[in-house]
């Protein structure tokens, strides 16, 4: 009797950089494990239901899961949420990191970093920074930045996603934010908007010639949207490091490498140990940002 196929539940939309990546590793994975995966998507509130049916999933490794910066969020964003993010959730890997670029509408006369806090200083309440939502990570990518910065007099204006907010940032409705650098590159390269600093340590290999923040004066400044493989907690060890093993192979593999790369992907695969411990951090991390916010979800 063949095997029954392994669920991946994606609790976000098709085609979004999640989705992308589940199926890049899912097909590798599939192919290392001997054993077919299919993916679930189950979009909506954030990703709150769908990490609920991982959550809520047999412990027999019958189904995995591929969460998002979001997952450590949630929990201070919405006021109540049905499962514990750090108790019902087993980190596998934190597969890799999403590096952010903060880009200007380039009708701004700002050219760096420093620039913008400057005018941001000089005309307070003028400037509105855009967000693919309440407690996004470009809504708390752009908290941190003012944090950083001293503190910044700027109007938040939070949409329903990251393609909406791009076009009105095209559109100058509003003048800064944060994007990923792959959704921002196309537009950076055409001089519709002006990329002054990404956001990681590092910086980033679709955009070498834009210094880091931390470059530019923001000394600790560091902030990265990521990706982790994940299962319902209380799988076997032996299970979990099979798949640790198993999705670190995947990851050497051409074909995965590849495939991330075209998200703008920095590639980390961590041990569940260490994953574990990411998850914590960033969790602290972003409980602070989105107190400091005001953020709030019903």
Do not use: C
């Not at 669920?7 to 992308?20: K, W």
């Not at 001997?34 to 679930?40: K, P």
Request: net charge positive; hydrophobic share 40%.
């Amino acid at each position: 009797m063949a095997q029954k196929p392994i669920r991946m539940i994606v609790p976000l939309s098709p085609g979004s950089t999640v989705d992308v990546v589940a199926r890049v590793m899912g097909n590798q994975l599939s192919k290392n494990l001997g054993h077919t995966i299919v993916i679930e998507n189950y979009a909506g509130a954030g990703g709150v239901p769908g990490t609920g049916q991982i959550a809520r999933a047999p412990k027999d490794g019958s189904v995995l899961g591929m969460v998002s910066s979001n997952h450590v969020i949630n929990p201070s964003i919405y006021k109540s949420i049905p499962f514990d993010a750090m108790k019902d959730i087993t980190p596998i890997t934190i597969l890799g990191t999403v590096p952010m670029v903060l880009v200007v509408n380039p009708s701004l006369p700002v050219k760096d970093v420093q620039g913008l806090i400057a005018l941001a200083k000089a005309k307070p309440a003028t400037l509105n920074y855009g967000s693919a939502g309440n407690g996004s990570v470009p809504h708390l990518a752009a908290e941190l930045f003012s944090s950083e910065a001293g503190g910044l007099d700027v109007r938040h204006v939070p949409y329903k996603g990251s393609g909406p907010m791009t076009t009105d940032l095209l559109g100058n409705q509003v003048q800064f934010g944060f994007l990923s650098v792959t959704v921002a590159a196309p537009h950076i390269k055409t001089g519709k908007l002006r990329a002054l600093g990404v956001s990681t340590p590092a910086r980033s290999a679709h955009l070498p010639g834009v210094p880091t923040l931390a470059e530019q004066g923001l000394p600790h400044y560091s902030f990265d949207a990521w990706i982790a493989l994940v299962a319902p907690a209380g799988l076997p060890p032996a299970m979990m490091s099979n798949y640790y093993e198993k999705s670190k192979a995947a990851l050497a593999s051409k074909e995965v490498q590849d495939g991330l790369a075209t998200q703008g992907i920095v590639i980390i695969g961590n041990t569940p140990d260490k994953a574990a411990a990411f998850f914590q951090s960033e969790l602290v991390k972003h409980a602070k940002l989105v107190k400091q916010s005001g953020a709030s979800l019903e």
